[in-house]
């Protein structure tokens, strides 16, 4: 049977157009709370790294991960698929929780903080990355998807993947190098 137990009562699963709509509702919202958390860690990073090579280098890409963040909330409102508020919360919170991990420092930051958090930025701008491609590819059949809009988005992606990659090796060669050998 098409149903699911919902308080006592039988409802009928959504099917057809409504089910995929839904569908696209909760894989957009999912990516919103992930461009949430991004944002978030990404503009933490810049205001911990301020002055640095580290810094200079990173706040363009934290800039962009927040224009990325409006261009995403621009789709989802062409498409008429409404933001999911706690899904938003549920990012930032999570992103808040994530800085509770034990770092072997007590009052102040890791080195290794740092390079957990290029790790995780990188994590987040590959799942954006394949959400822009998703995107694109659903674009062929649904008109509001401009092609042109998702392919420089896709792009944008790409190039900061490449610069939070750098950062990264780097960043984790200087904190973990002397831990080997």
Same mark, same amino acid.
């Given at each position: 049977m098409n149903a699911l137990p919902h308080s006592g009562t039988i409802q009928r699963r959504p099917t057809g157009r409504r089910a995929d709509r839904k569908l696209l509702g909760i894989y957009l919202n999912d990516h919103l709370a992930g461009a949430t958390a991004g944002t978030a860690r990404a503009t /933490?990073?810049?205001?911990?790294?301020?002055?640095?090579? =580290? @810094?200079?280098?990173?706040?363009?890409?934290?800039?962009?991960?927040?224009?990325? /963040?409006a261009a995403l909330l621009d789709i989802m409102r062409e =498409? @008429?698929?409404?933001?999911?508020?706690?899904?938003?919360c549920a990012g930032w919170a999570g992103e808040k929780l994530g800085r509770l991990k034990p770092n072997g420092h007590l009052v102040q930051g890791s080195p290794l903080g740092v390079v957990l958090d290029l790790e995780a930025l990188r994590l987040g701008v590959e799942g954006k990355a394949a959400g822009w491609q998703t995107l694109r590819r659903l674009g062929a059949t649904d008109?509001?998807?401009?092609?042109?809009?998702?392919?420089?988005?896709?792009?944008?992606?790409?190039?900061?993947?490449?610069?939070i990659e750098e950062w990264r090796v780097r960043r984790a060669e200087e904190v973990l190098a002397a831990t080997v050998g």
């Open positions: /933490r990073l810049v205001r911990t790294a301020r002055g640095s090579a =580290l @810094g200079r280098a990173i706040e363009p890409v934290a800039a962009e991960m927040a224009r990325d /963040r =498409l @008429g698929v409404p933001v999911r508020r706690y899904k938003v008109e509001r998807l401009d092609p042109a809009r998702l392919d420089t988005l896709l792009e944008r992606a790409r190039r900061q993947q490449e610069r």
